[in-house]
């Protein structure tokens, strides 16, 4: 039974680590900012395309270029885990996330829009830098900050109430957090100081940029 309730735990937490991937940070503050400012008066095919463009560049096209990646270096997933794996991935989604700023700037999109892309690319950058010179940070937990913060500044900025969201996103973090530490992917100060450095990368970039 023990073992059992172990299994399931393990299946559960590669399922949350998979959904609530780093990646997914920008296009869903982006989809937040469409719900819940003035921005979800704008036509819906606008906010589509946006949406779309925005997971072009932060999510297929580094999951594509990482693929291949790893197929032409004959390396596995779990092996992107050792830190001198992880350096070009990071160098990867680094470019993509720059692609994304310049194809945003060159669309006249507001600056703010461009802020959420450019404190996702610090925060991986932060990350990329710790990787290579201490130890590995968890870029699901800085992701997960990050989400948490810049909708803390987005608040502000917008004079909305995001206590019901961020309830919400406190307990997904708690549930990204928990499956990272459940997987021997980090440990719980890697976890702690990886949301702070999202949370705050986040937060005052969107607000002081």
Same mark, same amino acid.
């Given at each position: 039974?023990?073992?059992?309730?172990?299994?399931?735990?393990?299946?559960?937490?590669?399922?949350?680590?998979?959904?609530?991937?780093?990646?997914?940070?920008?296009?869903?503050?982006?989809?937040?900012?469409?719900?819940?400012?003035?921005?979800?008066?704008?036509?819906?095919?606008?906010?589509?395309?946006?949406?779309?463009?925005?997971?072009?560049?932060?999510?297929?096209?580094?999951?594509?270029?990482?693929?291949?990646?790893?197929?032409?270096?004959?390396?596995?997933?779990?092996?992107?885990?050792?830190?001198?794996?992880?350096?070009?991935?990071?160098?990867?989604?680094?470019?993509?996330?720059?692609?994304?700023? %310049?194809?945003?700037?060159?669309?006249?999109?507001?600056? =703010?829009? /461009?802020? +959420?892309? @450019? !404190?996702? &690319? $610090?925060?991986?950058?932060?990350?990329?830098?710790?990787?290579?010179?201490?130890?590995?940070?968890?870029?699901?937990?800085?992701?997960?900050?990050?989400?948490?913060?810049?909708?803390?500044?987005?608040? %502000?900025?917008?004079?909305?109430?995001?206590?019901?969201? =961020?309830? /919400?996103? +406190?307990? @997904? !973090?708690? &549930? $990204?957090?928990?499956?990272?530490?459940?997987?021997?992917?980090?440990?719980?100060?890697?976890?702690?100081?990886?949301?702070?450095?999202?949370?705050?990368?986040?937060?005052?970039?969107?607000?002081?940029?």
């Amino acid at each position: 039974m023990a073992r059992l309730k172990i299994r399931h735990l393990i299946i559960g937490s590669k399922y949350i680590s998979a959904i609530f991937a780093p990646t997914y940070l920008p296009i869903v503050v982006m989809g937040l900012l469409f719900l819940c400012s003035y921005l979800n008066m704008l036509p819906w095919f606008y906010k589509l395309f946006i949406l779309l463009l925005v997971y072009c560049f932060t999510i297929l096209l580094p999951t594509f270029l990482i693929k291949f990646y790893l197929k032409h270096r004959d390396l596995s997933v779990l092996q992107l885990s050792s830190k001198e794996h992880r350096i070009i991935p990071y160098a990867i989604s680094i470019l993509c996330y720059v692609g994304g700023m %310049l194809a945003l700037e060159k669309l006249h999109v507001p600056y =703010f829009m /461009i802020t +959420i892309l @450019l !404190a996702a &690319l $610090v925060i991986q950058g932060i990350c990329a830098l710790i990787n290579a010179l201490w130890w590995k940070p968890s870029t699901h937990a800085a992701g997960a900050g990050g989400v948490i913060g810049a909708f803390m500044a987005f608040a %502000l900025i917008f004079s909305f109430n995001p206590l019901w969201w =961020f309830s /919400i996103m +406190i307990i @997904l !973090a708690g &549930l $990204v957090g928990s499956s990272r530490i459940v997987l021997h992917q980090n440990g719980v100060l890697q976890i702690f100081v990886s949301f702070l450095i999202g949370a705050v990368c986040a937060n005052l970039i969107i607000l002081f940029v």
